[in-house]
Nanobody, 126 residues
Framework: QVQLVESGGGLVQAGDSLRLSCTAS????????MGWFRQAPGKEREFVAS??????????SDSVKGRFTISRDNAGSPVTLYLQMNSLKYEDTGVYYC?????????????????WGQGTQVTVSS
Protein backbone atom coordinates (compact mmCIF):
# COMPACT_ATOMS: atom_id res chain seq x y z
CA GLN A 1 0.00 0.00 0.00
CA VAL A 2 1.49 3.31 -1.13
CA GLN A 3 1.56 5.93 1.59
CA LEU A 4 2.89 9.47 1.70
CA VAL A 5 2.57 10.94 5.17
CA GLU A 6 3.34 14.58 5.90
CA SER A 7 4.21 15.99 9.31
CA GLY A 8 5.66 19.11 10.89
CA GLY A 9 2.95 21.64 10.20
CA GLY A 10 1.66 24.02 12.83
CA LEU A 11 0.83 27.56 13.86
CA VAL A 12 3.74 30.00 13.79
CA GLN A 13 4.31 33.73 13.63
CA ALA A 14 5.56 35.60 10.61
CA GLY A 15 9.33 35.36 10.41
CA ASP A 16 9.46 31.95 12.09
CA SER A 17 10.67 28.69 10.59
CA LEU A 18 9.14 25.24 10.15
CA ARG A 19 10.44 21.98 8.76
CA LEU A 20 8.00 19.68 7.02
CA SER A 21 8.69 15.99 6.50
CA CYS A 22 7.08 13.42 4.24
CA THR A 23 7.71 9.70 4.53
CA ALA A 24 7.04 7.65 1.39
CA SER A 25 6.41 3.93 1.66
CA UNK A 26 4.78 1.10 -0.26
CA UNK A 27 7.07 1.13 -3.30
CA UNK A 28 10.64 2.03 -4.20
CA UNK A 29 10.51 5.82 -4.20
CA UNK A 30 14.25 6.38 -4.50
CA UNK A 31 13.85 6.68 -8.29
CA UNK A 32 10.87 9.07 -8.08
CA UNK A 33 10.88 12.81 -8.43
CA MET A 34 9.13 14.43 -5.48
CA GLY A 35 7.54 17.75 -4.76
CA TRP A 36 5.65 19.99 -2.37
CA PHE A 37 2.44 21.77 -3.24
CA ARG A 38 0.16 23.92 -1.12
CA GLN A 39 -3.43 25.03 -1.13
CA ALA A 40 -4.82 28.07 0.62
CA PRO A 41 -8.55 28.36 1.43
CA GLY A 42 -10.50 29.23 -1.69
CA LYS A 43 -7.48 28.92 -3.96
CA GLU A 44 -6.11 26.39 -6.39
CA ARG A 45 -3.37 23.99 -5.38
CA GLU A 46 -0.04 25.59 -6.30
CA PHE A 47 3.49 24.36 -6.82
CA VAL A 48 6.03 25.11 -4.08
CA ALA A 49 9.19 23.08 -4.73
CA SER A 50 10.38 19.89 -6.39
CA UNK A 51 13.46 17.69 -6.43
CA UNK A 52 14.71 15.05 -8.82
CA UNK A 53 15.20 11.42 -7.89
CA UNK A 54 18.81 11.80 -6.72
CA UNK A 55 18.41 15.12 -4.96
CA UNK A 56 20.93 16.78 -7.27
CA UNK A 57 18.46 19.21 -8.83
CA UNK A 58 15.71 21.38 -7.34
CA UNK A 59 13.12 23.89 -8.50
CA UNK A 60 11.19 26.51 -6.52
CA SER A 61 8.29 28.81 -7.13
CA ASP A 62 9.22 32.47 -7.23
CA SER A 63 7.21 33.12 -4.06
CA VAL A 64 9.39 30.82 -1.92
CA LYS A 65 12.75 31.00 -3.66
CA GLY A 66 15.48 31.97 -1.20
CA ARG A 67 13.33 31.13 1.83
CA PHE A 68 12.44 27.43 1.38
CA THR A 69 14.76 24.48 0.83
CA ILE A 70 13.65 21.08 -0.42
CA SER A 71 15.76 17.99 0.25
CA ARG A 72 15.40 14.23 0.42
CA ASP A 73 16.96 11.25 2.13
CA ASN A 74 17.07 8.20 -0.13
CA ALA A 75 19.40 6.29 2.16
CA GLY A 76 16.83 5.60 4.81
CA SER A 77 13.75 3.46 4.65
CA PRO A 78 11.24 4.81 3.97
CA VAL A 79 12.43 7.60 1.68
CA THR A 80 11.88 10.95 3.36
CA LEU A 81 11.25 14.32 1.76
CA TYR A 82 11.83 17.57 3.62
CA LEU A 83 10.85 21.20 3.22
CA GLN A 84 12.73 23.70 5.36
CA MET A 85 10.69 26.89 5.49
CA ASN A 86 12.36 30.05 6.79
CA SER A 87 11.15 33.65 7.08
CA LEU A 88 7.56 32.49 6.87
CA LYS A 89 4.95 34.98 5.69
CA TYR A 90 1.20 35.16 6.20
CA GLU A 91 0.71 34.24 2.55
CA ASP A 92 2.51 30.92 3.12
CA THR A 93 -0.55 29.73 5.05
CA GLY A 94 -2.21 26.64 3.61
CA VAL A 95 -2.31 22.89 3.52
CA TYR A 96 1.01 21.50 2.30
CA TYR A 97 1.03 18.28 0.30
CA CYS A 98 3.93 16.10 -0.73
CA UNK A 99 3.76 14.19 -3.99
CA UNK A 100 5.77 11.59 -5.89
CA UNK A 101 6.30 11.38 -9.65
CA UNK A 102 7.40 8.23 -11.48
CA UNK A 103 9.27 10.36 -14.03
CA UNK A 104 12.15 11.02 -11.65
CA UNK A 105 12.37 14.67 -12.63
CA UNK A 106 11.62 17.87 -10.71
CA UNK A 107 8.19 18.58 -12.14
CA UNK A 108 6.12 21.67 -11.35
CA UNK A 109 2.65 20.55 -12.49
CA UNK A 110 0.32 18.42 -10.34
CA UNK A 111 -0.62 16.14 -13.24
CA UNK A 112 2.94 14.82 -13.31
CA UNK A 113 2.56 13.29 -9.86
CA UNK A 114 0.96 9.92 -9.23
CA UNK A 115 0.93 9.72 -5.44
CA TRP A 116 -0.16 12.33 -2.91
CA GLY A 117 -0.20 12.67 0.84
CA GLN A 118 -3.12 13.86 2.91
CA GLY A 119 -1.51 17.20 3.71
CA THR A 120 -0.34 19.09 6.80
CA GLN A 121 -1.67 22.48 7.84
CA VAL A 122 0.69 25.44 8.07
CA THR A 123 -0.73 28.62 9.55
CA VAL A 124 1.33 31.79 9.73
CA SER A 125 -0.03 34.61 11.84
CA SER A 126 0.86 38.14 10.86
Amino acid sequence: QVQLVESGGGLVQAGDSLRLSCTASGRTFSGYGMGWFRQAPGKEREFVASINWSGSSTTYSDSVKGRFTISRDNAGSPVTLYLQMNSLKYEDTGVYYCAASPYGRRLTIPSGYADWGQGTQVTVSS
